[in-house]
């Protein structure tokens, strides 16, 4: 009897950096990906030496493994969208942007981390240019919190009316949908998160856990990305991945020595 081959499974790429302390980056994004049931890629666009206190060194591999990792997932796997994360330099940027061109149909989460929670420069000068005009008019979903948002946009970003202001500005630079996270904006006791495309807009209002979370943002963009690889619309996984991380803060836990907890990305399966 001839045995059919089950189906392969959807799976989702990131492409970002490596969080040796476990708690952000690839490591956060393949364990959101196995908590949305889809199977995770990945292509480390750097890598970080780093625990719960802070980023102690930064290493990119070169460019040609970067691409090799990018073109052997595509090659092999049913690639159902994208998450991109740390690109620290402009020529890692233009070699995701060119290897991204090559699949115009697949739908790109773009989390620009600039700024890790500690303060540490993770992205340099002359690759903000780039991502401007490379990868953002290529974004299905931009996800930057405030202080990205302030340097993509060049200005200050202090109270709800500036937000909604930088929410439109953001999307005149070209991604299809724009979540703008309000973690770092004083709101009260809310936090805000506001999202627009050209066919929905949204602002998502919940309680501001007292927790010092490591990885939100590239949990969130992850979880996102996992949506749409599922069949949501963009604004949908939005709305999801915002509840999904809302759960995996919930569920966090202080693995190191320092207040800052890692988020539990499995906890909410059973929420």
Known sequence: MTQVAAPRPRSVLTIAGSD??????????????????????????????????????????????????????????????????????????????????????????LDPVMIATSGAKLLDDDALGALRTRMIPRAHVLTPNLPEAELLLGRDISAGAD?????????????????????????????VDRYADADAQFAHRAPRLDIDGHGTGC?????????????????????????????????????????VSVLGHLGPLAS
């Open 20 to 109: 040796s302390g476990g708690g952000a980056g690839i490591q956060a994004d393949l364990k959101t990906f196995a908590a949305h049931g889809v199977h995770g890629l990945s292509a480390l666009a750097a890598l970080t030496a780093q625990h719960t206190r802070g980023v102690t060194a930064v290493h990119a591999p070169p460019i040609a493994f970067l691409r090799a990792q990018i073109d052997a997932c595509f090659d092999d796997f049913d690639v159902r969208s994208v998450k991109i994360g740390m690109l620290a330099t402009a020529e890692i940027v233009e070699a995701v942007a060119d290897a991204l061109a090559l699949h115009p149909d697949i739908p790109v989460v």
């Open 163 to 191: 937000a909604e202001d930088a929410l439109a500005a953001l999307r005149a630079l070209g991604a299809h949908g724009v979540l703008l996270k309000g973690g770092h904006l004083d709101e009260g006791d809310e936090v």
């Open 219 to 259: 949990t969130l963009s992850s979880a996102i990305a996992a949506r749409l690889a599922l069949g949501d619309d963009a604004a949908a996984a939005c709305r999801a991945g915002i509840a999904y991380v809302h759960r995996a803060m919930r569920d966090a836990y202080r693995p190191g020595r320092s207040e």
